[in-house]
């Protein structure tokens, strides 16, 4: 009996739906979607327990999203100085789920000449786009090497793939000097790609460059003075918008025409949350629009908190990907990072 109702109450709802909406009724356009709750943690890095910096795409073989991400050797021993931010492979994560719950994959096959470190290259912080003709491009930050500490160039390097696995043909990104990291790229409306990238010879400042192609670039100075990194656009409800990683929270900046950057005053998760490895700042994030909704996803590194938040051990330097949803009100982002994070990303358009 209760069966044979659901689909009357279910055309009643869609009626009652309509008919609201020509009456000019308010509808709640907050109210979660179905999908599965987030987990929190949402993924943890099973090699080195060292994920940071994700970014996210849709792998349409797998019917699935795939998160790459940096995978700092955490856990390893006897690695002094910076060197265990150093020897990096770049780790991928699956969802089977629409970005709820995630397992590891493995690490992206990256063939890189001597002139870039070769084996011995660090792989840091990609981005990941798909180019008009399905083919997959990625501008990966390469360090030349292992080192104790930060004084070394790095520079952008695109290289492609047709599976999302295995990436070939890397050249350089003619960009500002030999210091360039983080690459944020986004396609814009009238043609042609945008690229913003944090300028580590200027103060780390973001900079950004124009292509036609995914191939071709011309450097275009700077974009928002403010010291930072990571830098991630992405265009939502009307506007452009700009996170930086800050240090404390992450910035962020709106724009009509991705050119003119006007900062917002509060920062994004600056405060800690109270969920499980939640606990600290939110660092380097992506943000991906599915629908009308936007999702943003951090790394923290959750045992820098309490008396031992400054020490350099195992605990100190291990980092976790969490996810919360943005909120735009007024033209302003914001975030309930304890709530509960229900999400279903769908394909992209």
């Not at 999400?343 to 358009?349: H, N």
């Amino acid at each position: 009996m209760f069966i044979r109702l659901r689909p009357f109450a279910a055309m009643s709802a869609c009626l009652a739906l309509a008919l609201c909406a020509l009456a000019g009724c308010a509808v709640d356009r907050a109210a979660p979607q179905a999908g599965e709750v987030a987990a929190k943690p949402l993924f943890r890095d099973p090699v080195y327990d060292g994920a940071a910096d994700p970014t996210l795409i849709w792998n349409p073989a797998r019917g699935r999203w795939w998160m790459f991400y940096t995978n700092r050797r955490a856990t390893a021993t006897d690695l002094p100085g910076v060197s265990w931010v150093h020897g990096t492979r770049i780790g991928i994560a699956e969802s089977p789920d629409g970005g709820a719950h995630w397992t590891y994959v493995g690490t992206a096959d990256v063939d890189l000449p001597p002139e870039y470190g070769g084996a011995n290259a660090t792989h840091w912080a990609p981005d990941v786009v798909r180019g008009d003709d399905g083919t997959y491009h990625m501008f990966l930050t390469v360090v030349p090497g292992v080192f104790e500490d930060w004084g070394h160039p790095r520079v952008i390097v695109h290289l492609t793939s047709t599976d999302l696995r295995t990436w070939r043909h890397p050249v350089k990104v003619p960009l500002a000097n030999d210091k360039v990291i983080d690459p944020s790229l986004a396609r814009l409306p009238g043609g042609g790609w945008r690229m913003w990238y944090n300028n580590e010879r200027e103060g780390k400042t973001t900079y950004y460059a124009d292509s036609p192609d995914l191939v071709h670039w011309t450097d275009s100075g700077p974009a928002v003075a403010l010291r930072g990194e990571g830098p991630k656009v992405f265009r939502w409800r009307g506007a452009w918008w700009m996170i930086v990683d800050v240090w404390h929270g992450l910035a962020v900046f709106r724009s009509d025409d991705a050119l003119t950057w006007r900062p917002q005053a509060a920062t994004l998760l600056e405060q800690p949350g109270h969920g499980p490895d939640d606990g600290v700042m939110g660092g380097h994030a992506d943000v991906v629009v599915s629908g009308d909704r936007a999702y943003l996803f951090y790394f923290v590194h959750p045992g820098r908190q309490g008396p031992d938040a400054k020490r350099d051990g195992a605990e100190q330097r291990r980092s976790l990907i969490q996810v919360t949803e943005l909120i735009e009100e007024g033209g302003v982002l914001r975030t309930e990072r304890d709530a509960p994070v229900h999400i279903r990303l769908g394909p992209p358009a």
